[in-house]
């Protein structure tokens, strides 16, 4: 026997939400934030054009698509990145930042992409606790060190749907060090209807020591072409372009968000029914002793705490009825709650109905 080695890693595996159910053929899935209303009619047509010319390499600098993002958010397409999703954004992040020992913040319930290519790259993540679910700003301030190098930040935040105001942003920036890189991931920006909300991006555009992630993965109903970009000072974007993989970003990913930016009624139509339907179930959910946060982004946190049914068993129960949460207590490590997707008006029914079957026994 050959004993090959190579690096070992402290490290569990990311899970996404579970999309099969055994015995069902169809399922329906509340477990991955995905689009309620899938993706816009336009951009459909665009991704089934016959003349996509797929026998060459896609332009490596998405320069079409940055070029469309600068125009609509109205910011410098020299100061983008595109990857295939954010996600490859954060790795890139993370090869760029991070030394082995080197810190990077996070909070304790946290998107888990962040942690794993932390550690991939040999640095200790430092996890700032929540209060009631929400980041803390104090927590974070707590945990800096002369080591810290990068404040990781989803607002709102995956998966507590909690999410820290305008003045709390600007707040967190003001505290901390200004040679730490505060990363604001604002994958759920487009829901955000709280008037006391301002994504990252609107308030942080022209800081050198913010960097923003965006995403055609949720309101876009991207997630499988995976596409998403990253804005940052023109000297982090112009390092990052020097380890960024020659041809990230596919060619029908980078037409068909192109496309997506342009159909703005999708967008309205998704933020419209997201609302109407989150605070729907968050009201149903209520009279069953189901806590969730104020709405938010397109995913309600469960919180069975005060519920006569603990998580699991409503978990449990939902499978084998073919619908299908995501489980908090892997990964994300919070006990008793579930988080549930926003799904379209049938999937949502559906839901509410199962919940009452399950209730009403
Ligand atoms: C879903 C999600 C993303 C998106 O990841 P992609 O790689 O772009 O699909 C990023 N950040 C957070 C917090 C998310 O929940």
């Not at 797929?54 to 397409?77: E, M, V």
Request: charged fraction near 30%; aromatic fraction near 10%; hydrophobic fraction near 40%.
């Amino acid at each position: 026997m050959i004993t090959m080695r190579f690096k070992k890693f402290d490290i569990e595996a990311y899970k996404p939400g579970k999309s099969r159910i055994k015995k069902f053929r169809n399922i329906t899935k509340l477990s991955a934030n995905e689009s309620a209303l899938g993706i816009s009619a336009r951009v459909k047509k665009i991704i089934a054009n016959k003349n996509l010319n797929l026998s060459r390499y896609p332009d490596g600098k998405s320069k079409a698509l940055r070029i469309q993002i600068s125009k609509k958010f109205k910011c410098n397409k020299d100061r983008i990145i595109c990857g295939a999703g954010s996600d490859e954004v954060i790795q890139m992040l993370c090869q760029l930042f991070l030394k082995p020992k080197d810190e990077a913040i996070v909070p304790q319930f946290s998107f888990l992409m962040y942690r794993i290519y932390a550690k991939i790259v040999g640095a200790n993540v430092i996890f700032a606790k929540e209060k009631k679910f929400k980041v803390s700003l104090k927590e974070i301030i707590k945990r800096v060190s002369k080591k810290t190098k990068i404040v990781f930040l989803a607002n709102p935040n995956n998966p507590t749907g909690t999410y820290l105001t305008k003045d709390e942003l600007l707040e967190l920036r003001k505290r901390l060090r200004k040679d730490i890189l505060l990363v604001v991931d604002d994958a759920y920006a487009e829901y955000m209807k709280n008037k006391d909300y301002k994504s990252g991006l609107d308030l942080f555009k022209n800081k050198e020591n913010v960097f923003i992630l965006r995403t055609f993965s949720k309101i876009y109903g991207l997630s499988s072409l995976r596409i998403g970009w990253g804005y940052g000072s023109k000297k982090i974007i112009d390092a990052l372009n020097i380890i960024k993989p020659p041809f990230n970003v596919n060619e029908v990913a980078q037409k068909a968000a192109v496309e997506s930016l342009k159909d703005s009624k999708f967008v309205s139509r998704s933020v419209k029914h997201n609302f109407i339907y989150a605070t729907k179930l968050k009201i149903f959910l209520n009279k069953y002793d189901i806590n969730s946060n104020k709405v938010s982004a397109n995913f309600l946190l469960l919180d069975f705490e005060k519920c006569k049914f603990r998580a699991n068993y409503f978990y449990k129960k939902l499978k084998k009825k073919g619908i299908i949460l995501r489980s908090t207590e892997d990964g994300y490590k919070i006990k008793n709650t579930l988080r549930l997707t926003v799904g379209s008006k049938n999937d949502n029914v559906k839901f509410m109905k199962a919940v009452e079957s399950i209730f009403n026994k």
